[in-house]
């Protein structure tokens, strides 16, 4: 078992962060990682302690994913899906069984899955900034969580925009939403359960 001093974060995650957004303002949603305090409204939205198969897009340089594996169960599996290779490398140094990185693009969501031989995820997040991106790009992610996730599963955004609301609406339907004001920016949490 991993201890939780491995899971905290390295002395040069802010920075690689930052860095990471100067290199790729689009893909990265802000200049400084996300709060304890998001951390824990995102753990707490999205059960992550009742799920077996967790996905993570965007986990960045891993601040909330290991937040995410901290409140996970011992058998239960954290697949992170980033698009960043820099990022890639930084999190494949965690050390935690239940963790498998994954470079891709969360549109190919059941190629990944199928890949390592995974079911169908309890819980879908994602950090990504819908907000930046093409509408035809947005919906298409959200087609690909939806179609993976497991029946009465949940996709939880986390956004300082409201576009990942408004393309949601359309796969989903309405969004429980929160906001973390305790966050530099302050996001808004949506949470999206699938109908069975």
Do not use: C
Request: charged share 30%.
């Amino acid at each position: 078992m991993t201890s939780l001093r491995r899971l905290r974060p390295q002395p040069d995650s802010r920075l690689a962060f930052f860095q990471g957004f100067l290199k790729r303002p689009l893909e990265v949603g802000s200049i400084i990682p996300s709060s304890r305090f998001l951390e824990r409204r995102v753990t707490r939205a999205a059960e992550i302690e009742k799920a077996d198969l967790v996905i993570e897009l965007g986990p960045g340089t891993g601040g909330t994913t290991r937040s995410f594996l901290r409140a996970m169960k011992p058998e239960a599996k954290l697949l992170a899906i980033e698009i960043n290779p820099n990022f890639v490398d930084k999190l494949q140094r965690m050390d935690d069984d239940r963790l498998i990185v994954h470079l891709g693009s969360a549109t190919e969501l059941r190629s990944a899955l199928d890949h390592y031989g995974l079911p169908a995820p309890d819980v879908i997040l994602s950090g990504i900034p819908f907000s930046t991106m093409e509408r035809p790009l947005g919906h298409a992610i959200l087609r690909s969580v939806h179609d993976v996730l497991e029946p009465d599963g949940l996709f939880v955004a986390y956004q300082v925009r409201d576009r990942v609301e408004m393309l949601g609406r359309e796969v989903f339907g309405d969004a429980r939403v929160q906001t973390e004001l305790l966050n530099v920016p302050p996001m808004r949490v949506y949470r999206w359960r699938k109908q069975a």
